[in-house]
């Protein structure tokens, strides 16, 4: 369910609070996330049980239509991951649309996940620069459950952790038009942290506006 406040909001108090019910049915869902996009509508991605598999499902709420819609075909088969072992979407709105990023599946390869990333643009889910969502995505040793996404509207930065001889690091990517580059050595080696906690809480934000995260 998604719950929205319909008085108060510049004094955060919540006068009244409608509950919109999601029109799709699978066999379970989770880890649900949540933007605005350009025009106020708020737009939900989360990890869609179905078939025997795992992939993310978006829908944005139409005030007009009085319901929730798909951006594209993200509400059916596949949805906008299309691999069956996708889980743990974040959302960002940019200029050019919503971004979507999750963690992925490597195949024989235990508790480790590949970054992938999609952006609607008004038809469908397309690659933010080429292999973003195919192979090994934006980084194809991604471990844990951790991932954070911000945008300032035209950039978007993505960070991650991974382990390596049991110490776990915190890693960031940074994306200007199509081109995903790290700053200043934030993808390589210790990456941003140099180390992390086990239980890493961590978020990621242009000019103070704070990312979506996760905390395992």
Same mark, same amino acid.
Request: hydrophobic share 40%; aromatic share 10%; net charge negative.
């Given at each position: 369910f998604f719950f929205q406040a319909e008085d108060g909001?510049?004094?955060?108090?919540?006068?009244g609070v409608q509950p919109c019910a999601l029109p799709i049915s699978v066999a379970a869902a989770s880890s649900p996330t949540i933007t605005l996009d350009a025009s106020g509508a708020p737009v939900v991605?989360?990890?869609?049980?179905? =078939?025997? !598999?795992? @992939?993310?499902? +978006? &829908?944005r709420y139409d005030a007009e239509a009085g319901g929730w819609m798909p951006l594209g075909g993200s509400l059916t088969g596949g949805g906008i991951s299309g691999t069956g072992t996708a889980r743990l979407a974040k959302l960002a709105t940019t200029a050019a649309g919503p971004v979507a990023v999750w963690l992925d599946a490597v195949p024989n390869?235990?508790?480790?996940s590949r970054i992938y990333v999609r952006r609607f643009n008004g038809t469908a889910w397309v690659e933010v620069g080429t292999?973003?969502?195919?192979?090994?995505?934006?980084?194809?040793? =991604?471990? !844990?459950? @951790?991932?954070? +996404? &911000?945008s300032d509207g035209t950039r978007t930065a993505v960070a991650w952790t991974r382990r390596s001889a049991g110490v776990r690091h915190v890693l960031l990517k940074q994306c200007?038009?199509?081109?995903?580059?790290?700053?200043?050595?934030?993808a390589t080696g210790g990456g941003v942290s140099g180390a992390a906690d086990?239980?890493?809480?961590?978020?990621?934000?242009?000019?103070?506006?704070?990312?979506?995260?996760?905390?395992s």
């Open positions: 909001i510049r004094d955060y108090k919540v006068t991605a989360w990890t869609a049980d179905h =078939a025997g !598999g795992r @992939d993310i499902y +978006v &829908a390869i235990p508790d480790a292999g973003s969502a195919t192979g090994n995505g934006l980084v194809g040793g =991604a471990t !844990g459950d @951790d991932l954070a +996404v &911000a200007i038009s199509t081109a995903w580059e790290e700053i200043a050595g934030s086990p239980w890493f809480a961590g978020s990621v934000a242009y000019a103070g506006q704070r990312s979506e995260e996760h905390t």
